[in-house]
């Protein structure tokens, strides 16, 4: 008998079951929980047809990743065109990532395995390819406001400084401030009271006043770019994320959905 031919559509439809498979169990167990053998034991392939798709838990793993950052580029696909000033834009990435990691926050801190030199080393030239290719996806549009500010007179760039360094340093800080708040419950006292909305808008704020990107805050009331954000592009999502930014302590709904280690 020859062997079953699978066509582009079944191996997507399959490879997204896995995906979303390792997912679940990542979500109840964290990723130190997530092994080939539990993902193999909850859907109907054989050993075999499994490692066919991913060739290692960190294949899997970067896979996973992946598919995060798909849903992010389309988050900040949104936010990019954003009706304002550039500055008014970059926030709107902001808070898609923002809106990421609430919603999302297994895939949100992936981020950090994926840049493991195990991961890499372990993972898929194909799925390589892919995830540098997301990376892309994700910069370009930042790189691109940044030339529209410079054109538009809004921004200057430092001397010492290139656009990717400029990017660069919102994203790292936009990371780190929301990871932060989102995976501290009970462990940090330095973010008691503290609201991850309110914190990554001032942050993001507090950078690009210091970057001297206009309007700056002293110019225009950004709170009330916040609400047309919320209302105009992301009105379903911020609908979504409610129960955690009126929460007293906003960790409670992300704790209790994604316990990931790592």
Known sequence: ?????????????????????????????????????????????????????????????????????????????????????????????????????????????????????????RTSDQRLAAHYELEGRLMSPMLELVDEAITAGELTLPSHMSKQQLVFTNWAGSFGIISLLINSKGKCSGRKGLESQTEVFNHANLLLDGMQWHPLSSERNYASTLQRIQSEIFSEESKLINEVVDNPDPTDVITRRSPITL
């Open 1 to 121: 008998m020859s062997p079953r031919i699978v066509d582009t559509e079944q191996r997507l439809a399959r490879e997204r079951e896995l995906i979303e498979t390792a997912l679940a169990i990542m979500e109840q167990e964290g990723t130190a929980g997530l092994t080939m053998d539990k993902v193999v034991a909850k859907v109907p392939y054989s050993k075999g047809t499994v490692y066919n798709h991913f060739c290692s838990r960190e294949d899997l793993l970067t896979g996973v990743c992946n598919d995060g950052m798909e849903a992010l580029a389309e988050l900040f696909a949104r936010a990019i065109v954003f009706q304002g000033t550039t500055r008014e834009r970059l926030l709107a990435v902001h808070y898609a990532y923002l809106l990421h990691a609430l919603l999302d926050p297994t895939r949100f801190m992936l981020v950090i395995s994926a840049k493991t030199a195990n991961l890499i080393e």
